[in-house]
C-alpha cells in the first residue's frame, strides 16, 4: 500500500479539513478492521467515505462486493485508478 502523503503528492492533492478528512497510515490496520467486522465472500459493502481507498481495498479482499460512496470529488479519480 502506498502512503497516504505519497498519493496525495503523486495526484496533487490535500487533505481537506473542512470535511475531517484522515487517512489510513498502517496498511494492516484495514485489514484487520475487515478482520474484525466479520466481513465474508457473501458480503456487499457499504462503504462512506472512501478516502483514499484503503479500507475499500481490504474490504473488497474479502467480500462478494463493495461500494465505496466518496463526498470528496477530487479523490474520485484517484479511487477509480
Same mark, same amino acid.
Given at each position: ?5 505519497? #498519493? ?27 478482520? #474484525? ?45
Amino acid at each position: 500500500m502506498t502512503s497516504p502523503h505519497t #498519493l496525495l503528492k503523486a495526484w496533487n492533492l490535500r487533505a481537506r479539513k473542512a470535511l475531517g478528512q484522515n487517512f489510513l497510515k498502517e496498511p494492516s490496520l484495514a485489514a484487520r478492521i475487515v478482520e #474484525l467486522a466479520g466481513i465474508g465472500r457473501e458480503d456487499v459493502v457499504l462503504e462512506i467515505g472512501a478516502g483514499l481507498g484503503a479500507m475499500t481495498v481490504a474490504a473488497a479482499r474479502q467480500a462478494r462486493r463493495v461500494v465505496a460512496v466518496e463526498k470528496d470529488r477530487q479523490l474520485v479519480p484517484l479511487l477509480r485508478a
